[in-house]
């Protein structure tokens, strides 16, 4: 090995971060100082805010990029060379020279895609493996055939850096894989951000991983719509995005909001639980029907008086409301008045909530001409006594009566979603046939995930008259960007946050915003981020919505992401053939059809980086019975070693299974030179925990499993999206046939692992 070639990498690798502690001490003054300036006004509040918040996001990227800051070099034909890495840096001279490239600026794109077959103008690419600050080792190859000159660091294996990545322990922390992209995976991550891109992939082929970069590229290229708008990544389960969850910010990127389909009902903690067949009918499409027949329903009518109540004592000719108004007696609100309020409310389309000011304005109009014709009537025929002022004083003390509010409240109630769904549950009999009205029905209890569908469509169909506010926030608005102008003038040379590569400009604010859009800016600088923000706002839309795990959604919450994202730009990451949930939905196509017809993409990736082949082929026979022609992915790579299964004597199941999870905590374990000691999973039905934990070291039943301990217990359901070094699936054919399992959960199961994979049966007995 040539220590020429590596000392002159170090020499170099250690500039880089000497410039990332020089660029982090700026960040950390100017945060420091901006906060500590003494404001009075809101113009002097307002730039403090905004340059707060450009020197912590500054701060954050830069902190969040220490490790493995460099990892690549790419030397052109014509001698020119880049080095690439997490973020792209500038040197501190006048011409401000490139010193690293981000890894997502065109300049870097052929250290991903270059082959000896289509070099792209490449000689060599080089991979630089660090420890901390310290450059470990060095993978070359060469690209251009005809060059002979060499380095000494020559790799004979191409994939020698990847599969190292692949092989190394699993932390219970998902790690980017920034450094070895691979050519299928980079199309989909730089794809253009307009329309609905689909990416498909058996287990293990880098959905999670590609969407996530796609997320990080996104916002590097689309930054100043991205970061007001923010990205929302939607993942299956709390757990699955706690161990995803440090892969953006490792890329330099924060303002991704992250979130179960659970937690989209701001306000709305969804912690219940429900049957399969319950989640099945709340997901069905015709719910949305359901809700409209439910909120019509509430828009009532009189029924008949009882016997002996009206006017003249007797049975009314037609059904009315008796109202007793406070000053003038008994008025009648027939029932021919309310349905012409009625109609003339919902032909104004609006939202039920919204609507009912025109119900309630009707509603007066037909009491007050009533109560007119009653006081001024000429007792001689002729035409009523009463002038216009009268009429409208008498419409004042109309529309001013607690008992006509009583009488509009009972006809057309102001209802929350909460109280919509909630009667809905209690009593779905009139929607529902009986089986699936069973199913659902509940009186009390914490809401659960399929609930947040219903109450999000619910909001909708019910609108909140929140017209005092958006004025307020309006007038608001439009001091903010008076004040902007004059932040404009004064952030003249500021920069945005991109010290990049040659490729993009270093951008003065002054040239990319006008008043407007900096008033948006400071207003989230104001308070938090665009990401937190949305989070608090069931009404955000998204600039980006990414889904993980996408066939499991029902179409419920299909219709809810949609709301989420007018503009449609989305990317969708999902395998048919792990699909667990009953309410998932069908095809790609029956899903995006009725929001964009055929115009969406579809990708898809076919190797899988996680599971060796021998487990791969031992998942994917689990799956032939039911679809014998069944192909898994191609698994990069073997390690020899077939599943193990073994079978355990009636009543000793905890045992069996814990002697598997020690020899797979050893299989973790052992043969790494670069130490870790992994992490290793017991899959098992959850009505087998108790009995298990008592079993497993450091293992509790029930909660929210803690994906850093070595050794977790986990349902099928809750293993979905993650991986392991060894897995220990208990009582696989329970798993399989079991109402709340399935054979897609069982493959999920048997396809998490990255080494080491035991099968543990109780015998029959
Ligand atoms: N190019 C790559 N370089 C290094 N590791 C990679 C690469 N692509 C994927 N991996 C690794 O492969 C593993 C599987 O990736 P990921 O979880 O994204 O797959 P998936 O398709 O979402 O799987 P599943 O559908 O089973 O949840 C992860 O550890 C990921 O880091």
Redesign the pocket.
């Given at each position: 090995m040539s220590t020429e070639e590596l000392r002159d990498e170090q020499q170099f690798v250690t500039r880089l971060y000497e410039r990332l502690d020089t660029l982090r001490e700026q960040a950390e003054d100017a945060v420091a100082t901006t906060m500590g300036q003494v404001t009075t006004g809101l113009q002097a509040r307002v730039e403090r805010d905004v340059g707060v918040a450009e020197h912590t996001g500054r701060l954050s990227a830069l902190n969040a990029v220490d490790t493995g800051l460099c990892f690549g070099r790419i030397d052109h034909l014509d001698g020119s060379r880049h080095h690439i890495g997490r973020i792209g840096m500038r040197a501190d001279d006048p011409q401000h020279t490139p010193l690293l490239v981000d890894w997502r600026a065109p300049v870097a794109r052929p250290f991903y895609l270059a082959t000896g077959h289509e070099p792209m103008g490449l000689r060599r690419r080089r991979h630089i493996t660090s420890r901390d600050r310290t450059v470990t080792a060095l993978h070359d190859e060469l690209l251009d055939l005809a060059d002979t000159t060499r380095t000494g660091h020559e790799s004979h294996d191409a994939d020698e850096v990847?599969l190292a990545?692949?092989g190394a322990a699993r932390t219970g922390r998902?790690?980017d894989?920034v450094r070895?992209?691979?050519a299928e995976?980079d199309r989909i991550i730089r794809a253009p951000r307009h329309g609905v891109l689909v990416v498909e992939?058996?287990?293990?082929?880098?959905?999670?991983?590609?969407a996530l970069h796609r997320a990080a590229y996104l916002l590097y290229a689309h930054r100043e719509q991205l970061a007001r708008r923010a990205v929302l990544i939607v993942g299956p389960n709390p757990a699955f995005l706690g161990y995803i969850g440090e892969v953006l910010p490792s890329l330099g990127e924060t303002g991704v909001l992250l979130a179960t389909p659970g937690e989209l009902f701001p306000g709305v903690h969804a912690t219940g639980t429900d049957t399969p067949e319950a989640a099945e009918v709340k997901g069905r499409a015709a719910m949305a029907e359901v809700l409209v027949r439910a909120v019509a329903d509430r828009q009532s009518l009189p029924e008949a008086l009882p016997e002996g109540a009206g006017e003249e004592g007797g049975t009314l000719p037609e059904p009315a409301l008796e109202i007793d108004h406070e000053e003038y007696g008994t008025l009648l609100l027939h029932r021919e008045m309310a349905q012409e309020a009625r109609d003339r409310a919902r032909s104004t389309g609006l939202p039920h909530n919204l609507a009912r000011p025109h119900f309630a304005f009707r509603v007066v109009d037909a009491l007050t001409a009533q109560l007119a014709d009653r006081l001024g009537a000429d007792p001689y025929g002729g035409e009523n006594l009463l002038g216009p002022d009268d009429i409208a004083q008498l419409a004042k003390e109309v529309a001013t009566s607690a008992a006509v509010h009583a009488a509009v409240e009972e006809l057309w109630p102001e209802l929350t979603p909460q109280r919509l769904v909630a009667d809905l549950l209690a009593d779905p009999a009139p929607y529902l046939a009986p089986g699936d009205a069973e199913a659902v029905r509940r009186t009390d209890g914490p809401w659960t995930p399929a609930d947040v569908p219903l109450l999000d469509e619910a909001a909708e169909l019910l609108g909140a008259d929140d017209s005092a506010a958006r004025a307020a926030a309006e007038a608001e608005r439009q001091d903010r960007i008076a004040y902007a102008r004059g932040v404009l003038e004064l952030s003249h040379g500021s920069q945005t946050y991109e010290f990049e590569d040659e490729e993009s400009e270093v951008l003065a604010a002054h040239d990319v915003i006008d008043a407007e859009r900096m008033a948006d800016r400071h207003e989230e600088a104001d308070h938090r981020s665009a990401a937190a923000r949305a989070a608090a706002d069931r009404t955000w839309a998204f600039g980006h919505v990414i889904v993980?795990?996408a066939q499991e959604l029902s179409a419920m919450a299909w219709r809810l992401l949609m709301r989420r994202c007018p503009t449609r730009s989305m990317t969708l990451?999902g395998?048919p053939a792990?699909t667990g949930d009953a309410a998932g939905c069908g095809t790609w196509q029956e899903i995006l059809g009725p929001y964009v017809g055929d115009r969406w993409q579809h990708a898809r990736?076919g190797v899988n980086?996680?599971t060796p082949a021998e487990i791969m082929e031992f998942a994917a026979e689990l799956r032939r019975d039911r679809d014998p022609g069944f192909e898994p992915p191609r698994s990069v790579r073997s390690t020899g070693a077939p599943p193990r299964e073994t079978t355990a004597e009636p009543g000793r199941l905890a045992g069996a299974v814990a002697a598997a999870a020690a020899e797979g905590r050893r299989a973790a374990r052992d043969g790494r030179p670069e130490g870790g000691e992994g992490r290793t999973a017991v899959i098992a039905p959850a009505r087998l925990h108790p009995e298990l934990a008592a079993a497993l070291p450091g293992v509790r039943a029930g909660g929210e499993p803690d994906l850093t301990r070595p050794l977790v217990l986990l349902d099928p359901r809750a293993a979905?999206?993650l991986?392991f070094d060894s897995v220990v699936v208990a009582e696989p054919d329970l798993i399989r046939s079991a109402s709340a399992y399935g054979v897609n959960d069982l493959y999920?199961a048997c396809?998490r692992a990255?080494r080491y994979l035991a099968v543990v049966s109780s015998a029959a007995g």
């Amino acid at each position: 090995m040539s220590t020429e070639e590596l000392r002159d990498e170090q020499q170099f690798v250690t500039r880089l971060y000497e410039r990332l502690d020089t660029l982090r001490e700026q960040a950390e003054d100017a945060v420091a100082t901006t906060m500590g300036q003494v404001t009075t006004g809101l113009q002097a509040r307002v730039e403090r805010d905004v340059g707060v918040a450009e020197h912590t996001g500054r701060l954050s990227a830069l902190n969040a990029v220490d490790t493995g800051l460099c990892f690549g070099r790419i030397d052109h034909l014509d001698g020119s060379r880049h080095h690439i890495g997490r973020i792209g840096m500038r040197a501190d001279d006048p011409q401000h020279t490139p010193l690293l490239v981000d890894w997502r600026a065109p300049v870097a794109r052929p250290f991903y895609l270059a082959t000896g077959h289509e070099p792209m103008g490449l000689r060599r690419r080089r991979h630089i493996t660090s420890r901390d600050r310290t450059v470990t080792a060095l993978h070359d190859e060469l690209l251009d055939l005809a060059d002979t000159t060499r380095t000494g660091h020559e790799s004979h294996d191409a994939d020698e850096v990847l599969l190292a990545a692949l092989g190394a322990a699993r932390t219970g922390r998902m790690a980017d894989i920034v450094r070895t992209i691979q050519a299928e995976q980079d199309r989909i991550i730089r794809a253009p951000r307009h329309g609905v891109l689909v990416v498909e992939g058996g287990p293990g082929t880098g959905k999670t991983a590609v969407a996530l970069h796609r997320a990080a590229y996104l916002l590097y290229a689309h930054r100043e719509q991205l970061a007001r708008r923010a990205v929302l990544i939607v993942g299956p389960n709390p757990a699955f995005l706690g161990y995803i969850g440090e892969v953006l910010p490792s890329l330099g990127e924060t303002g991704v909001l992250l979130a179960t389909p659970g937690e989209l009902f701001p306000g709305v903690h969804a912690t219940g639980t429900d049957t399969p067949e319950a989640a099945e009918v709340k997901g069905r499409a015709a719910m949305a029907e359901v809700l409209v027949r439910a909120v019509a329903d509430r828009q009532s009518l009189p029924e008949a008086l009882p016997e002996g109540a009206g006017e003249e004592g007797g049975t009314l000719p037609e059904p009315a409301l008796e109202i007793d108004h406070e000053e003038y007696g008994t008025l009648l609100l027939h029932r021919e008045m309310a349905q012409e309020a009625r109609d003339r409310a919902r032909s104004t389309g609006l939202p039920h909530n919204l609507a009912r000011p025109h119900f309630a304005f009707r509603v007066v109009d037909a009491l007050t001409a009533q109560l007119a014709d009653r006081l001024g009537a000429d007792p001689y025929g002729g035409e009523n006594l009463l002038g216009p002022d009268d009429i409208a004083q008498l419409a004042k003390e109309v529309a001013t009566s607690a008992a006509v509010h009583a009488a509009v409240e009972e006809l057309w109630p102001e209802l929350t979603p909460q109280r919509l769904v909630a009667d809905l549950l209690a009593d779905p009999a009139p929607y529902l046939a009986p089986g699936d009205a069973e199913a659902v029905r509940r009186t009390d209890g914490p809401w659960t995930p399929a609930d947040v569908p219903l109450l999000d469509e619910a909001a909708e169909l019910l609108g909140a008259d929140d017209s005092a506010a958006r004025a307020a926030a309006e007038a608001e608005r439009q001091d903010r960007i008076a004040y902007a102008r004059g932040v404009l003038e004064l952030s003249h040379g500021s920069q945005t946050y991109e010290f990049e590569d040659e490729e993009s400009e270093v951008l003065a604010a002054h040239d990319v915003i006008d008043a407007e859009r900096m008033a948006d800016r400071h207003e989230e600088a104001d308070h938090r981020s665009a990401a937190a923000r949305a989070a608090a706002d069931r009404t955000w839309a998204f600039g980006h919505v990414i889904v993980d795990e996408a066939q499991e959604l029902s179409a419920m919450a299909w219709r809810l992401l949609m709301r989420r994202c007018p503009t449609r730009s989305m990317t969708l990451v999902g395998d048919p053939a792990q699909t667990g949930d009953a309410a998932g939905c069908g095809t790609w196509q029956e899903i995006l059809g009725p929001y964009v017809g055929d115009r969406w993409q579809h990708a898809r990736l076919g190797v899988n980086y996680r599971t060796p082949a021998e487990i791969m082929e031992f998942a994917a026979e689990l799956r032939r019975d039911r679809d014998p022609g069944f192909e898994p992915p191609r698994s990069v790579r073997s390690t020899g070693a077939p599943p193990r299964e073994t079978t355990a004597e009636p009543g000793r199941l905890a045992g069996a299974v814990a002697a598997a999870a020690a020899e797979g905590r050893r299989a973790a374990r052992d043969g790494r030179p670069e130490g870790g000691e992994g992490r290793t999973a017991v899959i098992a039905p959850a009505r087998l925990h108790p009995e298990l934990a008592a079993a497993l070291p450091g293992v509790r039943a029930g909660g929210e499993p803690d994906l850093t301990r070595p050794l977790v217990l986990l349902d099928p359901r809750a293993a979905k999206g993650l991986e392991f070094d060894s897995v220990v699936v208990a009582e696989p054919d329970l798993i399989r046939s079991a109402s709340a399992y399935g054979v897609n959960d069982l493959y999920v199961a048997c396809t998490r692992a990255t080494r080491y994979l035991a099968v543990v049966s109780s015998a029959a007995g």
